[in-house]
């Protein structure tokens, strides 16, 4: 009887059929921090999907199951974003937020594409050519509020309960004022309104996570 390997008959690329490929990740440099409970920022730029993920965690991930991280990156948050990219493809990591928007020149060695300034459009937004590039917003898409759990957030509000969830829309970004010690005009340097449809689909939405 001739014998065999069995190996020689498994497609190993099928072991693991349900295996989530091309994920686009979503994460915030300094990591979340569940104490000061804020929702972060990152979800008003992710984009619809199943593929989408918040990792809240900052955790490595393997380049291969990955499309591409969608990173938020803060002042208190670079020395971590540092660390993190060099265990992962560059080519793969799109950097945002007040800092790259202030200091693009310092994240050229660690992400293929800097987004300067606010975004909800990352598709079009990347397509544009160059390593730094102004980011594109619509005001289409509510924040992905179904990837992160809302319920840690828990803004200082007076008569607030134990069990009250506290969150907020922002129906407005940028500013046109130029206070030394605020970074809102850094973002965006003049007044942009949401249009009101996407506010109240944005209200419609936190009142899906009533609790009462
Ligand atoms: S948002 Fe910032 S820049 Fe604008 S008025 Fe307030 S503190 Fe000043």
Not at 89 to 103: A, E, L, Q, R
Not at 165 to 184: A, E, H, L, M, R
Not at 194 to 204: D, I, M, S, T, Y
Request: net charge negative; with cysteine; proline share 7%.
């Amino acid at each position: 009887m001739e014998h065999k390997n069995t190996w020689q008959t498994v497609d190993f690329t099928d072991i693991f059929p349900n295996r989530r490929r091309n994920l686009i990740v979503g994460m915030s440099f300094p990591r979340n921090d569940g104490n000061l409970g804020l929702e972060p920022s990152i979800l008003s730029v992710l984009p619809p999907g199943e593929n989408v993920i918040y990792c809240e965690d900052n955790r490595d991930f393997n380049d291969d199951d990955v499309m591409c991280y969608l990173c938020s990156v803060y002042i208190a948050g670079v020395e971590e974003f540092k660390e993190w990219a060099q265990r992962h493809d560059k080519n793969k990591i799109i950097v945002g937020g007040y800092h790259p928007t202030s200091f693009p020149e310092g994240f050229k060695n660690d992400a293929y594409k800097i987004v300067q300034g606010p975004c909800d459009n990352i598709y079009d937004t990347v397509k544009q050519p160059g390593q730094i590039v102004s980011g594109i917003s619509t005001y289409k898409n509510a924040p992905r509020y179904d990837l992160y759990d809302i319920t840690k957030n828990q803004q200082i509000i007076p008569d607030k309960q134990v069990d009250d969830i506290c969150t907020s829309i922002n129906t407005s970004i940028g500013c046109p004022y130029k206070c030394d010690f605020c970074c809102s005009p850094v973002m965006c340097p003049k007044l942009v309104s949401k249009p009101l449809e996407l506010v109240k689909n944005e209200v419609a939405i936190l009142q899906t996570y009533d609790r009462s």
